[in-house]
């Protein structure tokens, strides 16, 4: 069974960098999948923010794109998160998830628990 | 970008009823690449449907999906009181990957 853990601080300045890691236990992150984070403001809904493959491919949302990098570190079994220059807008739970498949046109089948990040000085 | 529009808002049934919750998106969803999530207070997403009719692994045969190019239906036969909850509806066929805004079913 896939499982995911994200991790990262709680609370970031405005103007800074929000980094999140989710961590993969169950399965290789080198196997045939891809790998995603979405994130949800308090009592609102879903928005994708970016996948990566092993090869180190990435998409992200271009709503997003400017200020997100998503990178893989294959021998922690593990991927993150980087999100520049944050506003009170960025305050969410955010969530890892997987994509199975290789060709990238897939859906979510197992998700993190979830983490809290709120953007406050 | 292909915009979801769920409907209802939300939905009140009692147990044992059945729920028929809509998802209509803005241009046709190629190869009916889409998924429907359930989301209960505090918990992440779970996956119920994808390929608009496929259940993924574990999930009832109370649930079904159904619909093709732009009208996207998700059906609960008989509503459990473990049921009630949030519904989500999201394309993968064409990047941004994108979801509707949600319905969700209460206990009337």
């Known amino acids: 069974q896939v499982q995911l853990q994200e991790s990262g601080p709680g609370l970031v300045k405005p103007s800074g960098t929000l980094s999140l890691t989710c961590a993969v236990s169950?399965?290789?992150?080198?196997?045939?999948?891809?790998w995603s984070w979405i994130r949800q403001p308090p009592g609102k809904g879903l928005e994708w923010i970016g996948e990566?493959?092993?090869?180190?491919?990435?998409n992200y949302n271009p709503s997003l794109q400017s200020r997100v990098t998503i990178s893989i570190d294959k021998s922690k079994n593990q991927f993150s998160l980087k999100l520049s220059s944050v506003t009170a807008a960025d305050t969410a739970v955010y969530y890892c998830?997987?994509?199975?498949?290789?060709?990238?046109?897939?859906?979510?089948?197992?998700w993190g628990q979830g983490t809290l990040v709120t953007v406050s000085s | 970008e292909i915009v979801l529009t769920q409907s209802p808002g939300t939905l009140s049934l009692s147990p044992g009823e059945r729920a028929t919750l809509s998802c209509r998106a803005s241009?046709?969803?190629?190869?009916?690449?889409l998924a429907w999530y359930q989301q209960k207070p505090g918990q992440a997403p779970r996956l119920l449907i994808y390929?608009?009719?496929s259940r993924a692994t574990g999930i009832p045969d109370r649930f079904s999906g159904s619909g093709s190019g732009t009208d996207f239906t998700l059906s609960i036969s008989r509503l459990e009181p473990e049921d009630f909850a949030v519904y989500y509806c999201q394309q993968y066929g064409s990047s941004p990957r994108t979801f509707g805004q949600g319905t969700k079913v209460e206990i009337k």
């Open positions: 998830a997987r994509m199975p498949g290789a060709i990238g046109v897939t859906y979510f089948d197992y």
């Open positions: 390929g608009a009719s």
């Open positions: 169950g399965g290789s992150i080198s196997s045939s999948n891809w």
């Open positions: 241009q046709s969803v190629s190869s009916s690449y």
């Open positions: 990566i493959y092993q090869s180190g491919s990435t």
